[in-house]
């Protein structure tokens, strides 16, 4: 129950295109979704992040999409560059556990140029 | 603002041995936690201190161990390593316990042969 499961495990795309990763959990007392990036030798970096109290929130090109009846989230990479090539990490976890965070295995993103 | 800083950045160990990460996390925060990253296992939990005081443990045997000084600098050990052992260890750090916006340091790369 304390699982996120993320998919997909790699994904590639065009320059320009869009980038649509997705995240499921079980927990129902989960309360928060952050969207870490990680880049080869750096730790992940928080990237954005939602509360089930809303349903989509967006941060330049970075849009979270959350379905609490589903209980999925997805992270959607508009206009996806070479730059955005790395690997994303979905995480999810409670306010009174506030320090533990249950990751995703990753999604290793490529952009080709 | 300076970030999270982790020393050493890499660490070679033999089987058997101990060894002691650092964590420095950044100015103003008080909760510290530590997580593990493998290839196959991913971004795994290990501890959370706030206060100089464990919130929160992970499944990881009693070899792990951690503790947080008055000045919320945080370390964790690891004794009697085993090969598995050998991973990136991140560590975290919040404002606050119940704060779950977390932000991540470079990582200290443990081998151990």
């Known amino acids: 129950q304390q699982q996120v499961k993320q998919s997909p495990q790699s994904l590639i795309v065009q320059k320009g295109g869009i980038s649509i990763i997705n995240c499921a959990y079980e927990?129902?007392?989960?309360?928060?979704f952050p969207w870490y990036q990680q880049f080869p030798g750096k730790g992940p970096a928080l990237l954005i992040a939602i509360r089930p109290d809303v349903s989509e929130k967006k941060e330049g090109r970075f849009t979270i999409s959350f379905n609490k009846s589903a209980k999925q989230f997805s992270l959607h990479i508009m206009d996806s560059q070479p730059g955005d090539s790395a690997t994303y990490f979905c995480a999810a976890s409670t306010d009174n556990q506030g320090g533990k965070l249950i990751f995703g295995q990753g999604t290793e993103l490529s952009v080709k140029p | 603002k300076a970030g999270v800083t982790q020393t050493p950045r890499y660490l070679i160990k033999t089987r058997g041995q101990q060894v002691t990460l650092s964590c420095s996390p950044i100015?103003?925060?008080?909760?510290v936690s530590w997580y593990q990253q493998t290839p196959g296992q991913g971004l795994q939990f290990l501890f959370e201190y706030f206060s100089e005081t464990q919130r929160n443990k992970g499944n990881f045997p009693g070899r792990f161990s951690g503790r947080q000084f008055s000045n919320s600098r945080s370390e964790m050990n690891v004794s009697t390593l085993e090969l598995g052992d050998s991973a990136l260890y991140l560590c975290?750090?919040?404002?606050?316990?119940?704060?779950?916006?977390?932000?991540f340091g470079q990582g200290t790369r443990l081998t151990v042969v």
């Open positions: 100015s103003g925060h008080r909760s």
């Open positions: 975290a750090s919040s404002s606050s316990h119940w704060n779950t916006e977390a932000f």
């Open positions: 927990n129902t007392a989960f309360d928060y």
